[in-house]
């Protein structure tokens, strides 16, 4: 077997023919004959003229290839004390079923669906369905607020939208019709038809005209087959946040996707068919979609869909309960998730009611993996513990520990090498390579590999304005680290206005555009704090506006309020302080990084264009 440098090595010497290789797994309508299509460079194009559906690479060809009656899907829901299992071939008829619904409610290939939904399995279905008509999903995180839903809406103009009367978040029912119906006032865009999955904890108020009844329509429907799209046809869009409020719809493709993607179940994750795999986080996300959706039905495992939360739901055996019940293999969840285990139970004492033997791996990513969790979860657990580090527009992972490929020693706080495909370098902010140990932008040499973003929805100028210009021929990741010695990755944080907040990707732009909106607000600035439960959480400040006499709190209640109101719970906008002033440089750009570095208590580098010296005191006293 060929070892992970050699491998690495093959994959950028002759890219096509790797991936063109790593395309036979896939079962293609027609299969490819070009594989990179660098005609309209920077945007490359991978298997332009193969066709195939994702869906039925999913579902179908195993249920033929005779693996019908394994399970496919187990729905595991502590919330609702509920554990439901799918086999192959029962997913297969949920979803053909619901794509014949969605085709007689004229939903065609090409045509957009919104998903609005918790994390039951009528939103893998849904997806499934979606991708099994040629159809585009967008999938919208459910602690999202009505605004932020609206957003979305308007972006990819959806022909129906699919949602669920509620979700559940530990022991409270979050009602989320009116939450769609507030968005669908504020947005312009009218989609024809609201699909409401009616749960048996909170019955929605349907619309006449407008609103179905799921069960209903899904129980008059004929089941639909697959349709063969275009390699290059997307699959999805989903939203994550910029540098600004107006998050980037990032598209995914076919092709490139199934092809990566089951290529990253058996390389990186060392995943065999039927093992079983569990991705603990939520189908909004990037992780979501890729390894508990598509991959794992790619590569014919067993996935699982956890309603429910690390600590609380019931305890903080949680995740070794549901390991052990269904045998999971690899678990695959963010840091975070760990540290509200430990808070819990320190020392891992729940741990003694399970039998854990079935398990192998444990991966982690969304944020970066501190030294501290990872000892904590290696010797809780007695497993390799893989950080690996990648983002929603790349699909799966950029740096990874390769575990079909022979892992190599784990260096704490590191993901380790970059993974095949993927051509990793630090650059200095005029373009130079940077020396081993020297931390600078981390970016990737083009073309991306099969998988990642081919642009930003109906937005090209965006996709080459926000990672292609910066460094020309290059990527630009919007993360900052070094390559050590070894060809190891450090990844130490974002670059920009993103931050990390219990692994959901956040914009402080946008809070800052929401902050800005109250009356009372002259000037603002939000950017990420150190928060020992979620790795980063938001921190505000506000100056007022010249006149304004009412007590600080009442304006500072007011601003989180309208954070969540606009933005979402999601957002853990939870502080916020009133200050005179805050530092600029002399041609008035707000410097947030120092002010993080204040707070975190970290070295503070005062760049020689700063308007007045004399703030860093004023602000270390004010933000102690
Ligand atoms: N729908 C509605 N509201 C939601 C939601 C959803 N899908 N998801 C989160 N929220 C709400 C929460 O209820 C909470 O509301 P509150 O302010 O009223 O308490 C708020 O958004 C913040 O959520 P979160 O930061 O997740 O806090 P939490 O206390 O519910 O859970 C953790 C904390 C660490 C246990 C949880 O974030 C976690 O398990 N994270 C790791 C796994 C993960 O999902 N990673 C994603 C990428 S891999
Ligand atoms: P998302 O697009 O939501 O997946 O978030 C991507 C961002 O999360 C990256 O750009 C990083 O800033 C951060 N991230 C994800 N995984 C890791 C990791 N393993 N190490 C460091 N940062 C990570």
């Keep these: 077997m060929a070892t992970i440098d050699e491998v690495y090595r093959a994959s950028l010497a002759d890219p096509e023919g790797y991936w ?28 332009p003229d193969g066709e195939l559906n994702t869906a039925f690479n999913c579902l179908d ?57 918790p994390m039951v399995p009528e939103a893998v279905i849904g997806m499934l369905a979606c991708a099994r008509l040629g159809a585009v999903h967008s999938v919208v995180f459910g602690g999202f607020a009505p605004r932020e839903l609206a957003i979305r809406i308007d972006d990819a103009t959806p022909t129906v939208v699919l949602t669920a009367s509620c979700g559940i978040e530990g022991q409270r029912v979050i009602p989320y019709k009116p939450l769609l119906d507030e968005a669908l006032r504020l947005a312009e865009h009218e989609p024809r038809t609201v699909v409401v999955l009616q749960r048996a904890q909170l019955t929605a108020a349907l619309q006449a005209g407008r609103d179905r009844d799921w069960h209903d329509l899904v129980a008059a429907a004929e089941p639909a087959g697959c349709v063969p799209v275009a ?60 390894y508990i959706v598509y991959a794992p039905l790619l590569a014919g495992c067993t996935t699982i869909l956890y309603e429910g939360k690390p600590v609380g739901t019931p305890d903080a055996g949680a995740f070794w309960r549901v390991i052990a ?127 990642a973003l081919p642009t930003l929805w109906n937005d090209d100028e965006r996709y080459l304005s926000s990672y292609l210009e910066a460094f020309p021929g290059h990527y630009l990741t919007g993360d900052g680290g070094y390559l050590d010695d070894d060809g190891y990755l450090f990844v130490m944080g974002r670059t920009d206005d993103v931050i990390n907040v219990a692994g959901h990707r956040l914009s402080t732009g946008a809070m800052e555009e929401v902050l800005a909106t109250h009356p009372d607000v002259a000037e603002c600035a939000v950017f990420g704090v150190p928060d020992e439960l979620r790795g980063e959480v938001p921190l505000g400040l506000v100056v007022l506006k010249d006149g304004v006499r009412r007590p600080d709190q009442e304006i500072v209640d007011e601003v989180i309020a309208l954070v969540r109101s606009q933005i979402g ?45 004399a703030i860093i005191d004023e602000l270390r006293r004010q933000l102690r």
Excluded at 429 to 445: F, K, L, S
């Design 61 to 117: 060809r195993h249920v033929a290839a005779g693996r019908g009656d394994q399970v496919a899907l187990v729905y595991d829901s502590p919330v609702t004390g509920t554990i439901r299992r799918y086999t192959y071939a029962e997913l297969t008829d949920e979803t053909a079923r619901l794509a014949g619904a969605l085709a007689g409610l004229g939903v065609g290939r090409g045509d957009r669906v919104l998903l609005y939904m």
């Design 325 to 451: 019940t269904h045998g999971v293999r690899i678990l695959f969840t963010a840091p975070t998730a760990f540290r509200a285990i430990r808070k819990e139970d320190p020392q891992g004492r729940r741990l003694a009611d399970y039998d854990l033997s079935c398990f192998e791996t444990l991966f982690l990513a969304g944020e970066r993996t501190d030294p501290d969790t990872l000892r904590f979860a290696q010797d809780l657990l007695g497993v390799p513990v893989i950080d690996h580090w990648w983002q929603t527009e790349t699909g799966w992972p950029i740096a990874a520990n390769c575990m079909g490929l022979g892992p190599l020693p784990v260096k704490p706080g590191s993901p380790t090498r970059a993974v095949p495909g993927y051509d990793v370098r630090v650059l200095r902010e005029n373009g130079d390579q940077a020396e081993p140990g020297e931390t600078g932008a981390i970016v990737i040499r083009l073309p991306l590999p099969p998988g």
């Design 569 to 613: 719970a999601v957002a853990v906008f939870r502080d916020a302080r009133v200050v005179p002033r805050l530092p600029k440089t002399r041609s008035g750009k707000i410097l947030r990084g120092m002010m993080r570095a204040i707070v975190a208590g970290d070295e503070v580098v005062v760049p020689s264009t700063i308007e007045d010296p």
């Design 231 to 290: 390699a290059t046809d997307p699959l999805y869009i989903l939203y994550t946040s910029g540098t600004t409020g107006r998050p980037k719809g990032v598209v995914r493709d076919n092709g490139g996707h199934a092809v990566a993607l089951q290529w990253s179940m058996a390389n990186v994750y060392g995943a065999r068919p039927g093992d079983v795999f569990w991705a603990a986080s939520d189908v909004g996300w990037v992780v979501g979609h890729s």
């Design 20 to 47: 063109r290789s790593a395309a036979e797994a896939v079962d293609w309508e027609t299969a490819p004959r070009t594989i990179l299509d660098a005609s309209a460079a920077p945007f490359y194009r991978w298997f």
